[in-house]
């Protein structure tokens, strides 16, 4: 592997982290890194050539172990699709040597879904496996690819339904390109304190998303007059990715099923700014379990499934 070496970092300055090779995942930059609190370590795998990095991993030390991320939906490690697979290895036994000498007894990487980079997932999958990782956590993450089709053509009958009833109701589906940042939380906490849901993020920390990376996090809605009926806060997670972040509809709505015109609201803005791809999220309960209304509710909406995996090392 003479034409890489590894690099390892502790809370690097952004202008001492080299250029990734290719359009990157927006948990794994190092303004998203930053606010996730806490010094992180980040290992990358520079070419040496082309004086960019092709592989990249941050991780976090904490009382529970390393961890890839702290606070984020996913980590892990992303890299090019023609890394070779001498140079994967060595990152990762040198993220694993770097979590040990930082004092970290377990090494957790928190995956993306297949679905974002189907063979780099498989790959990592494999080496993980092969370097003693086990599968900590498999959950289904749900996905839309976008095409030229329109929604309404891929969805189930009842879901065809709901639409036109939103539609005959007079509902109306939006960006709320410069959204009042306390509404939106305000509206989220409400429904959460309906359905009882543990939120996985404080209004705090929410509202310093919304505030800070106001480029990357877009409120949507699904409005009844003046009312708000449905919300989500999306992520652009990549210039062709959109994750469908923290969707919440009114209980009072539940017959109009609001979500559906909201998803075909995203679908469309998604033709529009040529993403390719609409991530629906995994379909958990309160309790953080598998939930079968969910999963056939995005199944009747023509969603196709990936793995999402969590992987652990004692180290």
């Known amino acids: 592997m003479t034409d890489y070496i590894i690099i390892s970092q502790q809370n690097p300055p952004t202008a001492d982290i080299s250029e990734f090779c290719q359009p990157g995942f927006f948990f794994n930059e190092s303004e998203h890194l930053r606010q996730q609190k806490g010094m992180f370590h980040l290992l990358t795998a520079l070419n040496q050539r082309t004086g960019r990095s092709e592989a990249r991993c941050a991780f976090f030390v904490g009382t529970e172990g390393a961890i890839s991320p702290k606070a984020a939906p996913f980590g892990s490690v992303e890299f090019a699709e023609n890394l070779p697979d001498t140079v994967l290895d060595e990152l990762l036994q040198s993220l694993q040597e770097t979590a040990r000498f930082a004092g970290a007894s377990t090494l957790r990487l928190v995956n993306y879904p297949h679905c974002y980079a189907p063979k780099q997932a498989e790959r990592l999958t494999d080496t993980l496996v092969k370097q003693g990782f086990r599968v900590l956590k498999k959950d289904q993450n749900f996905f839309l690819s976008i095409s030229e089709n329109s929604f309404e053509e891929n969805i189930d009958g009842s879901e065809r339904r709901r639409l036109r009833k939103c539609r005959e109701a007079g509902f109306q589906f939006a960006h709320w390109a410069t959204p009042n940042i306390d509404k939106v939380v305000t509206f989220l906490q409400h429904i959460w304190l309906q359905k009882g849901y543990r939120p996985s993020l404080s209004p705090e920390r929410l509202t310093c998303l919304l505030t800070d990376f106001s480029n990357q996090f877009d409120v949507f809605t699904v409005k009844d007059g003046a009312k708000l009926a449905a919300l989500t806060v999306a992520v652009r997670v990549r210039q062709d990715i959109l994750y469908n972040f923290m969707p919440a509809s009114d ?38 379990r598998p939930k079968p209304s969910l999963i056939r509710f995005k199944q009747n909406l023509g969603a196709q499934s990936s793995p999402k995996l969590i992987f652990e090392k004692t180290l």
């Open 251 to 288: 209980p009072d709505y539940q017959s109009f099923s609001p979500m559906v015109m909201l998803i075909d609201g995203l679908f469309t803005y998604c033709q529009q700014q040529d993403i390719q791809l609409l991530d629906l999220g995994v379909s958990l309960d309160a309790d953080r």
